[in-house]
Nanobody, 123 residues
Framework: QVQLVESGGGLVQAGGSLRLSCAAS????????YGWFRQAPGKEREFVAA???????SFADSVKDRFAISRNNVKNTANLQMNSLKPEDTAVYYC?????????????????WGQGTQVTVSS
């Protein structure tokens, strides 16, 4: 059974940092692209960042220069380091994995999804 489990969410003050982790299990994910998406209350889910099998990364403009993404193919994990957090970063953050992701920002390109982890940034 394939599972993606996110961890590391929580409450942080503006300007602070959080590190989200995504643990994948149930199959090998070496060739998969990992993506992070988020959904704020009343808003649609939006792309945050992605990293492909060669560790090439892509970021949404809203998080570029503040967030970093990494992966560990041995441990089947992907991490999202979030720095200089802003109240508008508050959302549920989801990890996703896809084996044929042509457009990182399109959520329908990803095969597997985690349950999400809440990130709340207070002003």
């Amino acid at each position: 059974q394939v599972q993606l489990v996110e961890s590391g969410g929580g409450l942080v003050q503006a300007g602070g940092s959080l590190r989200l982790s995504c643990a994948a299990s149930g199959r090998t994910f070496i060739g998969y692209t990992y993506g992070w998406f988020r959904q704020a209350p009343g808003k649609e889910r939006e792309f945050v960042a992605a990293i492909d099998l060669s560790s090439s990364a892509s970021f949404a403009d809203s998080v570029k220069d503040r967030f970093a993404i990494s992966r560990n193919n041995v441990k089947n994990t992907a991490n999202l380091q979030m720095n200089s957090l802003k109240p508008e970063d508050t959302a549920v953050y989801y990890c996703a994995a896809g084996d044929d992701v042509r457009d990182y920002a399109l959520d329908q390109n990803y095969n597997y999804w985690g349950q999400g982890t809440q990130v709340t940034v207070s002003s």
